[in-house]
């Protein structure tokens, strides 16, 4: 069986985005009756460098799906510049490769992406059972906050070049359990290289090293600003006023106790507006708790989308 170090890039042409090719990878095994779990990264992240801890034990036992957004990894085209325009892409992708039910794991900016997929989706082209939610937050509302580090978020997130160092910073909690997590996981992001994979080309953050102007990078920095403003998140655009309409899909939110990036209590408003929302807040950590925690996270998962 496939792992995330060794699967295969597959890539599917949009027929109405021009240039824009979405770049994908399946792992495990189908189980009847269960839909793939589709994974969706972070901020300037890619599938290549998804853990793969949570990718390996989590297609264990399931069906995972990997993905790059447009413009972003191994996927071609441009960059959405609003979540529902991501989320969009994602709703055609997963009609091109003939998909009409999953589950659905957003991580972060991932996890914003995920929430519109759910609200904006036709119930009769694809149906959303599950959603786990990690480090992430709803649109913008009553009781929901900026980081109050906002300037040093915008500083290592925006670097021009990304190393362990940022992810100290912004994912992990800084003090030794933190640092020694960082590390780690960043050691296993990299176990997948040309040689596991038997391909070319490794893809590196979006906009690593401003390659491409930092094209990539100021039009996820759009995404989050539009999320992030009353104006920008209105109706289609947004989910806090809609949470409440996820009455079909159960819902997992996770995060860290004390998250540098998007405060923990955005994750509490995002399970309260929820129908039907479970929330796991782990100690000692920080908005990357699913990497400090993979293990014991990948049990959690499994017990949730199998229940």
Known sequence: ?????????????????PDTKYAYRRL????????PLLILTHFRGVMDT?????????????????FDYAGVGLSTGKAATTV?????????????????KIDILGFSLGGIVA???ALNADPAKLVIRKLILAGTTPS???????SPNEEDVNKWAGAQNVDVNAFKVLFFPQNKEGDDAAEQWFARIHERNTFTSG????????????????????????????WGSLEGSEGLNGSFARLGELTGAEV??????????????NSFVLQQKLPNGHLIVYPNSGHGAIFQYASLFSKHAQLFLGA
């Open 140 to 146: 913008a509302g009553e009781g929901i906050l900026s």
């Open 199 to 226: 391909e070319d080309k490794v893809a590196t953050w979006l906009s690593q090293g401003y390659a491409d102007g930092a094209v990539g990078l100021q039009a996820q920095v759009s995404q989050l600003q539009h």
């Open 252 to 265: 997992l939110v996770v995060n860290g106790h004390d998250d540098y990036m998007i405060p923990t209590v």
């Open 28 to 35: 495990g095994t189908s189980t009847p009756g269960t839909p």
């Open 50 to 66: 998804f853990d793969p801890l949570l990718v390996n034990t989590l297609s264990s036992n399931r069906r995972v799906i990997l």
């Open 115 to 117: 929430q519109l997929i």
């Open 1 to 17: 069986m496939s792992t995330h170090q060794t699967a295969k890039t597959l890539y599917v042409q949009s027929p109405t985005i």
């Open 84 to 100: 529902r325009e991501s989320a969009n892409h994602i709703l055609e992708f997963l009609s091109l490769i003939h998909e009409p």
